[in-house]
């Protein structure tokens, strides 16, 4: 399973981005796909998943700011996000699980600073 992350990049606090993952799958073929994010000298930390059943999930720091989204044209995952701040600045990367199998984008740099 190949997946390809799009869309980062230098933005305003305040300001939003929208991350793309597009899998070489079906991706109701995987139990979920979620996004994670790693900032300098910081684990990596679950941000938001989407369930097979499309039911959504999110990290109590994003919530009310970020969406996730799937479409089922392209295999893809969308994550919206908005009212950026600059502890949002990490490296977000995709991810799924397929059986007892996980599989990881190579991530898209997100940076907020004015």
């Known amino acids: 399973v190949q997946l390809v992350e799009s869309g980062g990049g230098l933005v305003q606090p305040g300001g939003s981005l929208r991350l793309s993952c597009a899998a070489s799958e079906t991706i109701f073929r995987f139990d979920h796909m979620g996004w994670y994010r790693q900032a300098p000298g910081k684990q990596r930390e679950l941000v938001a998943l989407?369930?097979?059943?499309?039911?959504?999930d999110y990290a109590a720091a994003v919530v009310g700011r970020f969406t996730i989204s799937r479409k089922d044209v392209g295999n893809s995952v969308i994550l919206e996000m908005s009212d950026l701040k600059s502890e949002d600045t990490a490296v977000y990367y995709c991810q799924t699980v397929q059986g007892r199998f996980t599989y990881w984008g190579q991530g898209v740099q997100v940076t907020v600073s004015s």
């Open positions: 989407i369930t097979r059943d499309g039911n959504p």
